[in-house]
């Protein structure tokens, strides 16, 4: 038993830090919801209760749940593991201030569209995994993946098979249809845009590198700040600084 714990807790420890972050607070929100601690009403998008009633966590909170422990849960999580974890260690590895961005860029995207009527979704998880899903698939979008053991297909078309069992097993095809819009609105102004213009209008926002190297997330290779060690004076008068890179 105690093997397996260390070898869980070395498995963790090994995890880039945002999609670490990320899949913890999903997994925490549905011990807390199954608990009943919290419930997913108390966590869901709203507008009039987030500007009449100012319920502003509701801005956030939405995308950490992922639906009470089952097995529609248990996958979205190993997405966030498996297709997370890769795309912040292979695409964007050394470059966390730009995976992070891409995370606020696809927040930012799925509540001005969940704004609309006819696109509104309440619960922001699944979306968000499905973006993180779209934009793996379309880095590495020749891998072979073996759904289930019954069908091999190459992994760009992934996100649609995940789209068309959920229509098949019942669940909705907005939230998963939201997420893939998402990623391809992102992937486009990123990576397709710039490689045909040599223009880029997705570039990563100074404060998202500042927040990396204040709290020392990952690495940012050519990142424009740098944390600049302080040793000036002590106690109570002793802080970080920054510096940019010119």
């Known amino acids: 038993m105690n ?51 100012f319920e502003i966590w509701r801005l956030f909170t ?29 695409a964007f590895e050394k470059r966390t201030a730009d995976f992070l961005w891409m995370m606020i860029f696809g ?18 998880g699944i979306p968000m995994v499905s973006m993180l899903l779209y934009v793996w698939s379309r880095e590495y979008p020749n891998s072979q993946i073996n759904m289930y053991g019954l069908v091999q297909l190459r992994s760009f078309y992934l996100p649609w098979a995940m789209l068309a069992l959920d229509v098949i097993f019942g669940s909705e095809i907005l939230p998963g249809l939201l997420g893939i819009m998402v990623g391809h609105l992102y992937y486009y102004f990123a ?3 710039p490689l045909a213009s040599g223009k880029s209008y997705l570039k990563t926002p100074m404060w998202v590198h ?18 600049a060690n302080t040793n000036t004076g002590s106690g109570a008068f002793r802080g970080r600084s920054y510096r940019l890179s010119q």
């Open 191 to 193: 990576v397709l845009y």
């Open 3 to 53: 093997l397996m714990i260390n070898l869980a807790l070395g498995y963790y420890n090994t995890l880039p830090p945002i999609s670490k972050a990320y899949g913890t607070l999903c997994f925490l929100t549905t011990v807390l919801c199954q608990l009943q601690i919290l419930t997913p009403g108390f966590l869901a998008l709203y507008y009039p209760f987030v500007f009449k009633k």
């Open 210 to 227: 500042r927040i990396v190297a204040r709290f020392r997330l990952g690495v940012q290779a050519n990142s424009p700040v740098r944390l």
């Open 62 to 90: 939405s995308f950490f749940f992922l639906g009470k422990f089952s097995i529609n849960f248990g996958i979205r999580l190993l997405m966030i593991a498996r297709y997370g974890v890769q795309l912040e260690k292979g």
């Open 107 to 124: 927040a930012i995207s799925l509540l001005v569209l969940s704004a609309i009527p006819f696109l509104q979704s309440f619960l922001l």
